[in-house]
């Protein structure tokens, strides 16, 4: 993928392009040019996504003022409140309306409570933030050592086994996962609460201690899919880069190898799964907070659907694809941090 | 970039290779048929166990049980695996559920793989213009967070098997499309392309006759290991019930009644929850071995 494409032993930098980085790095430095024109793109990107989502919830049958009032509310009273909440114009009108206030930072009201839409999302976004946050954790904190163990001896037993164990962790569904936890974990033993969310400021313990099931529900598949995909880059890295031969023939242990000379290299493939997972992943805590009870913002959307709150739905559907694009962009930019050839701008 | 798309698709693994490289040739080959031969042994069976089983055997109905009857532990007579809350067999439930999820499943790749696999082929094929407009519009959907997609449109336009259908085809045509687009991109610098072009081959007929035979087995291991994704995801809807409606069965649905009950019957989640690991894992293994035979050539 994007492992090294030239044979180059990293710290040696090829002539060529170290006198035009020179001028460009002030003048308009690639990693600049490349943040603009990426955000750039992200623009139709996000427009896009508004007018599908704004589209796809105008085919909902059903409107808020008709959930709110209920099935017995007669066709005066519906109308009445349609009005009220501005729900009976054109949905290119609503659009429009919400468009300006978004773009101005302001997402509204919720039609169900009437509290501001960034309340609310500021109230559930760190939950969902720090589940994904410990997910991530789970996965990587296991992955890497298990890909760099399997990948010493390619076709070893311990390299059998984590395949055997990850294929069978691919197949497992996120939710089959989180009943088995909380079968064995809360049911069985009883050592973790089964649902519920403690916030932080009843003490940190407490508040890791209720994330523990669900982030290792979506923590574990993840960590099968990052130490195959790792250890399939590792395997790759040691078998046809001339900088490994090289590290070899100058003696160089082959831990040391793999360690600091392969893995180094193949973190960038990581490092691109896990930006683009990251866009999947928030939007797979939908179904993990509603079986934990998490107060999240995936259940803020599932609730939300339900109640035909559109402009909530609206919302979090933004700021699911703003995660999505911001860590494709995040990514991008890690690369040219981390990679030499790209900070100079000779891709 | 367009590998990392789907999560699976790029799990290669090269050890397998380098581990037959040692091996005799023989045994290679023969574990090599083996590892196809035993994911689709087993997906053979399930299709024919939920398609042909209730034929074959008289199995009690999987709706409208007698609540009387609920609750029976496994092996009561006449309840094989047992009967659920609502004293429906659970046997039967299974396979009249893996019946639904498995053609869902299927529905939803040959649509993905149609319409998702011509598409990017276009535009892999012609470029330009048709290029960009495509596959902006496939960044739309691919940015856009995919259960969110299948929520809202299996809200918009009710649950039924038929909506879930459409609501997960919704992301398997922008993933088949940027796998077609990749092999296509490829391809198109092949010199037989090159002659086919040369001979004045119409446009439709290079892509039917000459890029789809060599996309397709690229396509077909990724239609394999989309099959365990679309059965997870629709469990997934069922689950939060958005899928099949409840009184029909499906795993997903099968699930969710079984967790109100955890504690007192775990059975009820188990039963389920293996029939959907045994049948991802064999539709998985199908595509991983697939892929590692057909790319080891």
Not at chain 1, 127 to 151: H, Q
Not at chain 1, 320 to 339: E, G, K, R, S
Not at chain 2, 150 to 164: E, Y
Request: with cysteine; hydrophobic share 50%.
């Amino acid at each position: 993928m994007t492992t090294a494409a030239l044979p180059q032993v990293p710290g040696t930098r090829d002539p060529r392009v170290s006198r035009t980085s020179r001028v460009t790095r002030f003048a308009g430095s690639p990693v600049l040019r490349l943040v603009v024109k990426r955000l750039l793109m992200a623009i139709p990107i996000m427009l896009g996504v508004t007018v599908l989502t704004f589209w796809v919830l105008s085919l909902i049958p059903g409107n808020a003022a008709q959930q709110l009032l209920g099935p017995e509310a007669t066709p005066e009273q519906v109308a009445q409140l349609e009005e009220q909440l501005g729900l009976n114009r054109p949905g290119y009108v609503r659009y429009g309306e919400w468009l300006r206030g978004a773009v101005t930072g302001d997402l509204g009201r919720s039609i169900v409570s009437n509290q501001p839409v960034s309340d609310l999302l500021g109230e559930r976004l760190p939950v969902t933030g720090e589940l994904v946050l410990l997910a991530f954790v789970v996965s990587l904190v296991l992955a890497v050592p298990v890909a760099l163990l399997a990948a010493h001896r390619p076709g070893g037993v311990w390299d059998r086994i984590s395949m055997v164990v990850s294929t069978a962790g691919l197949s497992v569904a996120n939710y089959v996962l989180a009943l088995i936890l909380v079968l064995v974990f809360a049911v069985q033993l009883g050592v973790l609460p089964a649902i519920g969310f403690t916030p932080l400021s009843e003490g940190l313990w407490p508040n890791v201690r209720s994330l523990i099931l669900p982030s290792a529900a979506i923590g574990l598949p993840l960590f099968c899919f990052y130490a195959r995909f790792l250890r399939g880059d590792l395997v790759d890295q040691m078998q046809q880069e001339e900088y490994v031969t090289t590290a070899r023939a100058k003696g160089v242990g082959s831990w040391q190898v793999l360690i600091r000379h392969a893995f180094r290299n193949s973190s960038f493939g990581l490092i691109t799964v896990v930006g683009l997972n990251l866009g999947a992943l928030i939007g797979g805590t939908v179904i993990i907070e509603q079986i934990f009870a998490l107060p999240g913002i995936g259940q803020m959307l599932l609730q939300a659907i339900n109640t035909r709150d559109f402009i909530m739905v609206q919302a979090v559907v933004v700021v699911f694809a703003l995660v999505a694009v911001v860590a494709n962009l995040v990514v991008d930019l890690l690369y040219a941090v981390l990679d030499p050839r790209i900070r100079y701008g000779s891709r | 970039m367009a590998v990392a798309e789907t999560p699976i698709s790029v799990t290669d693994h090269p050890g397998v290779e380098h581990e037959h490289e040692e091996a005799p040739a023989r045994r290679g080959r023969w574990r090599r048929s083996l590892g196809v031969a035993v994911p689709g042994g087993m997906v053979a069976l399930i299709v024919a166990a939920c398609f042909l089983g209730p034929v074959l055997f008289d199995l009690p109905s999987p709706v409208g049980g007698n609540i009387l009857e609920s609750y029976l532990p496994a092996f009561s007579p006449g309840h094989l695996l047992g009967t659920d809350p609502n004293g429906n067999d659970i046997l039967s439930r299974l396979l009249y559920g893996g019946r639904a999820s498995l053609f869902i499943a299927l529905a939803v790749n040959v649509l993905g793989l149609v319409v998702g696999g011509t598409l990017g082929a276009l535009s892999g094929y012609l470029g330009g213009v048709v290029d960009t407009v495509i596959m902006r519009v496939l960044d739309v959907l691919i940015a856009f967070p995919s259960l969110v997609l299948t929520l809202a449109v299996a809200q918009a336009l009710g649950p039924s098997m038929r909506n879930t259908i459409f609501a997960l085809a919704f992301f398997s045509i922008p993933a088949f499309a940027r796998v077609a687009r990749s092999a296509v991109l490829r391809l198109r610098e092949m010199p037989f392309m090159a002659a086919a072009q040369l001979c004045g081959t119409p446009a439709w007929r290079v892509l039917f006759k000459h890029l789809a035979p060599n996309t397709a087995p690229q396509l077909i291991t990724f239609g394999m290991l989309g099959m365990g994704i679309v059965i997870i995801i629709e469990g997934a809807l069922s689950f939060l019930g958005l899928g099949i409606p409840d009184p029909a069965p499906s795993w997903g649905n099968m699930v969710a009644t079984g967790q109100l009950s955890l504690s007192a019957t775990p059975m009820l989640v188990v039963w389920p929850s293996l029939a959907l690991l045994v049948t991802v894992l064999s539709f998985n293994l199908l595509g991983e071995n697939l892929r590692a035979r057909w790319s080891g050539r």
